[in-house]
């Protein structure tokens, strides 16, 4: 993390590590259904090799794909200050939002069934513009909840008209 | 009624105050209706080729249409019911709304040609956060229409609801010619009539055969453009922009007339375009972010968030400088992009730049398509910096001032990155301070209604 996008004093809050493995299952499951029809597919029209191929790839893939994920699980981070909440995500197109508590319309902690499995959830604050970036995935449930009820109250606490 | 809807509606009645919409309003609705019907039908004769059956049916289907509206304006009341304005309407399953009049965002008063004639009106309340019009009020008599604005915004205001309305001051009119001015100077008219000149040198050159083939694959370009132009013209004549005590006050249209009314401290960004034909001209337009007109009526300029579709420079700033305090383009030195943003914006990098004082940020961009967005830092929703993999290579990141949704949007484009992130910080500081100071909701309450706003 260089200077640009680094928090002032703090440092970065992380999201979970569960989100990583996550993310590689759903990565590794898709690649093994999909090289598998890829190289039943290369096997049956071209030979062989076409499966070699194919399998190769898929594992090529994988590994990339497992390092792109760890990458991107580094890049993720938020800060709650006195007065605004920061987020920053990515890697390759980096951002960082920050968001007055004032500012804020709602927020919304969401969990999926997969999330669930992983003991996950995305905690999202909405403000009035919709440009506004604020999504932290990847919360344990108990820091989910304790976020939600920490940043309504100070949006509350806070509040300003449009 | 179900007994769910009519234990609930006895649980909470209907004032007896409240009124009725206008006794009109079935016919004027059922008029669409009956449109709807005969585009239909119409249809199904031409391609079954025996009218008769239909014309036998169809005032059987004006009458139902007539009926359903006539019950529709039975049950709709509408009334204002402590700090909020109530409609209440439904047949079977009963609707109660009530809109916060603090949380009032701007009041128009619509009147199409077939209103006009019949002397009737529709009320429409904009607040944030609906994704079409909260509360339409159609159709009111153009006095009680006129009247319950009134009512309304002195109560937004937090002032006695009986006040009269307000006086206002015309600040700005658009005359016929320069509107017309306007519309030819503009890039759609240009197409059209390159698309015309075309069509006349094919039917110089090629013939009639060959033309009447390109014509008639042509005419629904021609007639749309023809019309955008028309609609463009009609929607924006006779423009007035005046200002009084509840805010600025727009009031244009040829044939279907609009009265906007924006309260202070509702106007959420602005910003001044130009395209390259009007640099001729040295015209602006101007545009402003309301929440709750929200996207929709954008880039055309005939849409309700124009705050002047066409004005010299220099009317255009002082409206400006009337819409946000502070908000003075002279008073702003601006800071340009550095030279290496050419490698991301070869053309027109010259112009990105921006400036701040304590009330506005202002943002310069566009060679072709001028623009000049100002946000106020109390309506500063959010901040973010991006930086893509490009602009790393040149240490540049942008900047974007969230604001509403709206016209404006202000994106501060390939900064030094040291500098972008200090502005980051900075705009949340100043939006912070900017919001403590800035108009109340109910802007002409005399105390501070805003005890909460402390953040």
């Not at chain 1, 071209?46 to 893939?61: I, K, R």
């Not at chain 2, 399953?93 to 004639?117: C, H, I, K, N, T």
């Not at chain 2, 991301?344 to 009330?359: S, T």
């Amino acid at each position: 993390m260089d200077q640009v996008f680094a928090p002032p004093g703090e440092t970065w809050q992380r999201v979970s590590h569960r989100l990583v493995d996550l993310r590689r299952d759903l990565l590794v499951g898709w690649a093994i259904a999909l090289t598998a029809i890829a190289a039943a597919l290369g096997w049956w029209l071209l030979g062989w090799w076409a499966a070699a191929a194919a399998t190769a790839l898929g594992a090529v893939t994988v590994g990339w794909g497992l390092w792109l994920i760890d990458r991107n699980w580094r890049a993720w981070g938020y800060a709650e200050r006195e007065d605004d909440l920061l987020v920053t995500r990515g890697v390759l197109f980096r951002e960082l939002t920050v968001v007055p508590y004032g500012r804020m319309q709602f927020v919304d902690v969401k969990s999926g069934p997969l999330e669930r499995r992983f003991g996950l959830a995305t905690v999202q604050l909405h403000t009035a513009s919709p440009a506004t970036d604020a999504r932290i995935p990847g919360l344990p449930p108990a820091e989910a909840a304790r976020l939600r009820d920490r940043l309504a109250a100070l949006g509350e606490a806070r509040a300003a008209g449009l | 009624m179900t007994d769910e809807a009519g234990r609930r509606s006895a649980a909470d009645p209907t004032p007896a105050h409240f009124r009725r919409l206008h006794p009109l309003t079935p016919v004027l609705r059922g008029w669409a209706w009956l449109a709807t019907a005969v585009a239909f039908g119409g249809q199904e004769v031409l391609i079954a080729g025996e009218p008769s059956r239909f014309l036998a049916i169809l005032p059987v289907i004006a009458l139902i249409g007539f009926l359903a509206g006539l019950a529709n304006w039975w049950f709709t009341r509408y009334g204002v019911d402590g700090d909020a304005l109530r409609i209440d309407s439904g047949i079977f399953e009963r609707r109660s709304r009530r809109v916060r009049l603090d949380r009032l965002q701007a009041v128009d008063v619509v009147r199409p040609l077939a209103g006009r004639l019949l002397g009737v009106s529709e009320l429409r309340l904009e607040v944030a956060g609906g994704s079409s019009t909260e509360a339409p009020l159609a159709y009111l008599s153009a006095d009680d229409a006129l009247a319950l604005r009134a009512e309304l915004l002195a109560r937004a205001a937090g002032i006695d609801a009986a006040t009269p309305e307000a006086p206002e001051r015309v600040l700005h009119e658009v005359p016929p010619g320069r509107l017309l001015g306007s519309t030819v100077l503009s890039g759609m008219f240009v197409m059209g009539v390159a698309l015309l000149i075309a069509l006349g040198g094919i039917l110089a050159f090629f013939g009639v055969e060959i033309a009447a083939g390109v014509l008639s694959s042509a005419l629904p370009g021609v007639v749309t453009i023809g019309f955008a132009l028309w609609n463009q013209f009609v929607r924006n004549f006779g423009f007035v922009l005046a200002e009084s005590p509840d805010g600025f006050r727009i009031r244009k249209g040829l044939l279907d007339t609009k009265a906007q009314t924006v309260p202070p401290g509702r106007i959420q960004g602005v910003a001044l375009r130009q395209t390259i034909l009007w640099r001729l001209t040295g015209w602006v337009r101007v545009d402003v972010d309301v929440a709750g007109y929200g996207v929709s009526s954008g880039m055309d300029g005939g849409g309700s968030s124009t705050l002047l579709p066409v004005a010299k420079y220099s009317d255009a700033v002082d409206v400006l400088r009337r819409a946000l305090a502070g908000a003075d383009p002279a008073g702003v030195p601006l800071d340009p992009a550095p030279r290496r943003a050419a490698w991301l914006r070869p053309v027109g990098w010259r112009r990105l730049a921006f400036g701040a004082n304590d009330h506005v940020i202002m943002v310069r961009e566009g060679v072709f398509y001028r623009t000049l967005t100002v946000v106020p830092h109390a309506k500063t929703q959010s901040v973010r910096l991006t930086q893509g993999p490009v602009q790393r290579r040149l240490a540049l990141a942008t900047v974007h001032v969230d604001t509403t949704p709206g016209p404006v949007d202000a994106t501060i484009r390939h900064r030094p990155e040291g500098q972008a992130r200090r502005l980051v910080e900075d705009q949340a500081f100043r939006s912070r301070l900017a919001r403590k100071a800035d108009v109340p909701e109910q802007w002409m309450s005399p105390g501070p209604t805003n005890d909460a706003a402390i953040g």
